[in-house]
């Protein structure tokens, strides 16, 4: 673009012809006779000619970009933020009474009748005020949560979600008994997987949706304009016993707007809703003893991380309940496996176990032939304290795999002794489900202190070794693709829930009693 810009004294400040601003710094002019500079008569002034150009590169983000989706699911799968805004309230409208119009010529005694009757017709309250038409709410945006929905891949396509606004009221400026309110906007509802917990953009928690149905209401429309009566002066007075909306000057022309809706930004993070984890080191056979306990087919290879993202199975109840087996099921999530330096970043890293937050029991799979399965054991071990010393308090099952292989079955006596040396008498304390793992921020009065003491509670627990943790619950050797003694390993972990249900029951009892 070429724009002529006068030249005060020997500096240059150029101004645009688009809207925005350009600022930078004063450009020095040289007063030699090289440039072509057009001076005035008067010398004061100089002119010339500058040609720009403004050149915006937005760099995409790769959570946007659809082949990264494709390629590298596992890394956008659990966590994404997205925009939400609900829908404006419609306008209301200004209105005048039709006594206010003159009759034409062409209109008779029988019109006038007409009209007195529509009069007597307007809408009114129980005190006899009248009813004037408001505009429509606006759309609210509600999240909820879906059991048809697995990962939150979709939302990284459409990070912004808008609702619609409310309609305005349709008048022609003249009150009359037909009018209506403007129609309501209706909620937009975004469906998310099951455990997902829904927080501002770094800000407070809004819900935890544990459970298929919950929902929260995460921005709320706006409110529609009321309508306003116009009338001249001499005869508000009289009009004010019937109605309060009349409008008295034009600043009162405000409230016919509707209200703007709210804009939020939410970080919307996904906790797989399961009973039981199944943690290991890479090619131990998780998703082998998943495929071979559940329905569940997820991808089985002889290579490292065939796991990239979570999959879920559903364990049958107890038949030794009878009835009450239908109410002993479990899910099963098999997460992706751990290598040594994982909370470092190698391997996949330790994002995913955030999944094991909800989790009740951990089954850890252990590799039985590999060279040395104990270290292996000692790996996944350390990693889960590195990252959270709550889960090495809960209730856990070893599984030693493939013991059909020669190897791993004579190591199999040596290996269970040496497992059990590692750990204390503790008992289990059921942290599955309890409040410290929760992400909330709870008012309290003395919030300093309570997060000051949490803060020493949690260095003191990780300065704790795995050797003063819990001992593991039982320990099975299992060949999970030969099917050998893959009963007695369902015994144990069923055994185990049993535990972790009857230690829910008796804290739930306790806090009522207190109560």
């Given at each position: 673009?070429?724009?002529?810009?006068?030249?005060?004294?020997?500096?240059?400040?150029?101004?645009?012809?688009?809207?925005?601003?350009?600022?930078?710094?004063?450009?020095?002019?040289?007063?030699?006779?090289?440039?072509?500079?057009?001076?005035?008569?008067?010398?004061k002034?100089?002119?010339?000619?500058?040609?720009?150009?403004?050149?915006?590169?937005?760099?995409e983000?790769?959570?946007?970009?659809?082949?990264?989706?494709?390629?590298?699911?596992?890394?956008?799968?659990?966590?994404?933020?997205?925009?939400?805004?609900?829908?404006?309230?419609?306008?209301?409208?200004?209105?005048?009474?039709p006594?206010?119009?003159?009759?034409?010529?062409?209109?008779?005694?029988?019109?006038?009748?007409?009209?007195?009757?529509?009069?007597?017709?307007?809408?009114?309250?129980?005190?006899?005020?009248?009813?004037?038409?408001?505009?429509?709410?606006?759309g609210?945006?509600?999240?909820?949560a879906?059991?048809?929905?697995?990962?939150l891949?979709?939302?990284?396509?459409?990070?912004?979600?808008?609702?619609?606004?409310?309609?305005?009221?349709?008048?022609?400026?003249?009150?009359?008994?037909?009018?209506?309110?403007?129609?309501?906007?209706?909620?937009?509802?975004?469906?998310?997987?099951?455990?997902?917990?829904?927080?501002?953009?770094?800000?407070?928690?809004?819900?935890?949706?544990?459970?298929?149905?919950?929902?929260?209401?995460?921005?709320?429309?706006?409110?529609?304009?009321?309508?306003?009566?116009?009338?001249?002066?001499?005869?508000?007075?009289?009009?004010?016993?019937?109605?309060?909306?009349?409008?008295?000057?034009?600043?009162?022309?405000?409230?016919?707007?509707?209200?703007?809706?709210?804009?939020?930004?939410?970080?919307l993070i996904?906790?797989?809703?399961?009973?039981?984890g199944?943690?290991?080191?890479?090619?131990?056979?998780?998703?082998?003893?998943?495929?071979?306990?559940?329905l569940?087919?997820?991808d089985?290879?002889?290579?490292?991380?065939?796991?990239?993202?979570?999959?879920?199975?559903r364990?049958?109840?107890?038949?030794?309940?009878?009835?009450?087996?239908?109410?002993?099921?479990?899910?099963l999530?098999?997460?992706?496996?751990?290598?040594?330096?994982?909370?470092?970043?190698?391997?996949?890293?330790?994002?995913?176990?955030?999944?094991?937050r909800?989790?009740r029991?951990?089954?850890?799979?252990?590799?039985?032939?590999?060279?040395?399965?104990?270290?292996?054991?000692?790996?996944?071990?350390?990693?889960?304290?590195?990252?959270n010393?709550?889960?090495?308090?809960r209730?856990?099952?070893v599984?030693?795999?493939?013991i059909?292989?020669?190897?791993?079955?004579?190591?199999?006596?040596?290996?269970?002794?040496?497992?059990?040396?590692?750990?204390?008498?503790?008992v289990?304390?059921?942290?599955?489900?309890?409040?410290?793992?929760?992400?909330?921020?709870?008012?309290?009065?003395?919030?300093?202190?309570?997060t000051?003491?949490?803060?020493?509670?949690?260095?003191?627990?990780?300065?704790?070794?795995?050797?003063?943790?819990?001992?593991?619950?039982?320990?099975?050797?299992?060949?999970?693709?030969?099917?050998?003694?893959?009963?007695?390993?369902?015994?144990?972990i069923?055994?185990?829930?049993?535990?972790?249900?009857?230690?829910?029951?008796?804290?739930?009892?306790?806090?009522?009693?207190r109560?």
């Amino acid at each position: 673009m070429a724009t002529l810009v006068s030249l005060p004294s020997a500096y240059l400040t150029p101004r645009l012809t688009i809207d925005k601003l350009f600022f930078g710094p004063l450009l020095p002019i040289s007063t030699s006779t090289k440039h072509n500079w057009d001076l005035n008569k008067s010398g004061k002034s100089r002119f010339c000619t500058i040609k720009s150009r403004l050149t915006t590169r937005t760099k995409e983000s790769p959570s946007t970009n659809p082949d990264t989706l494709l390629k590298e699911p596992h890394k956008y799968f659990d966590q994404v933020i997205i925009t939400v805004r609900s829908g404006d309230g419609g306008h209301g409208a200004i209105l005048t009474m039709p006594s206010q119009q003159r009759a034409t010529k062409s209109q008779g005694k029988h019109d006038n009748k007409e009209k007195s009757k529509k009069k007597l017709s307007y809408k009114r309250d129980f005190d006899g005020s009248l009813i004037l038409p408001v505009g429509g709410h606006g759309g609210d945006v509600v999240i909820y949560a879906d059991e048809g929905k697995d990962t939150l891949l979709e939302l990284h396509k459409k990070s912004r979600h808008n609702a619609k606004r409310g309609g305005n009221v349709a008048a022609m400026g003249v009150l009359t008994f037909q009018l209506r309110d403007g129609l309501a906007a209706p909620t937009l509802r975004i469906p998310v997987p099951v455990g997902t917990v829904v927080k501002r953009k770094r800000g407070k928690l809004l819900a935890d949706l544990k459970q298929p149905g919950d929902e929260v209401l995460v921005a709320r429309g706006g409110q529609g304009g009321i309508s306003l009566i116009e009338m001249p002066e001499y005869r508000r007075k009289k009009l004010m016993s019937l109605t309060t909306n009349v409008m008295r000057d034009e600043s009162d022309k405000v409230l016919v707007l509707g209200q703007p809706g709210e804009e939020v930004s939410l970080e919307l993070i996904l906790r797989v809703v399961a009973d039981v984890g199944l943690i290991g080191l890479p090619n131990a056979g998780k998703s082998t003893l998943l495929a071979a306990i559940t329905l569940a087919k997820p991808d089985i290879a002889d290579y490292p991380f065939t796991t990239l993202m979570p999959n879920l199975g559903r364990l049958d109840g107890d038949p030794d309940l009878g009835p009450g087996q239908y109410s002993s099921e479990a899910t099963l999530a098999d997460l992706p496996g751990l290598i040594e330096g994982a909370h470092l970043g190698k391997g996949l890293g330790r994002n995913f176990l955030r999944h094991l937050r909800r989790t009740r029991l951990l089954v850890h799979v252990v590799d039985a032939s590999g060279d040395d399965p104990l270290n292996d054991y000692i790996t996944v071990r350390e990693e889960l304290r590195m990252y959270n010393p709550n889960y090495l308090e809960r209730p856990y099952v070893v599984v030693l795999n493939k013991i059909d292989l020669p190897k791993a079955r004579d190591k199999l006596p040596h290996l269970t002794e040496e497992i059990l040396k590692i750990g204390s008498d503790i008992v289990h304390s059921e942290l599955g489900m309890s409040s410290r793992d929760e992400v909330q921020s709870l008012p309290t009065e003395g919030g300093e202190a309570t997060t000051l003491s949490s803060a020493i509670s949690v260095e003191d627990r990780m300065d704790k070794g795995i050797e003063d943790y819990p001992r593991p619950a039982a320990i099975v050797g299992v060949s999970v693709l030969k099917g050998i003694r893959v009963n007695d390993m369902l015994k144990e972990i069923r055994a185990a829930l049993r535990k972790c249900r009857d230690s829910n029951d008796a804290l739930e009892l306790s806090a009522r009693s207190r109560e």
